[in-house]
């Protein structure tokens, strides 16, 4: 299975309407994207502000293999929330990595 985790920061602070519609069109994936395992998506509640660095949206989603994270991108309900993104993004941090398999570098 993989991991992919992704967090954003906006231009400017979203009104509330528009953060749930984007929140909403995320959590839509599942059920629609084939391969998804779980997931999650939600707004930044942390209480250490030092540490956020005005990433206010966090995404989580368990795939089910790498064909399936790979297909993620080009899925049509994706590039259509990566579209609703168009001039409102900052900065966005993307974090793949492969679960539930042992390794180890020497």
């Not at 929140?23 to 629609?32: K, N």
């Not at 956020?52 to 064909?67: K, P, Q, S, V």
């Amino acid at each position: 299975m993989y991991e992919h985790i992704v967090v954003f920061k906006f231009r400017t602070e979203l009104p509330a309407a528009q953060e749930e519609s984007l929140l909403t069109q995320l959590r839509s994936f599942q059920g629609r994207i084939p391969g998804i395992v779980s997931m999650s998506a939600g707004r930044n509640v942390t209480h250490e502000t030092e540490n956020i660095h005005g990433f206010t949206i966090g995404l989580r989603i368990t795939f089910e293999d790498h064909a399936a994270l790979m297909a993620y991108g080009p899925h049509p309900a994706h590039q259509a929330f990566v579209a609703s993104l168009d001039g409102l993004v900052d900065q966005v941090v993307v974090v793949d990595y492969e679960i539930g398999k042992e390794t180890s570098r020497a």
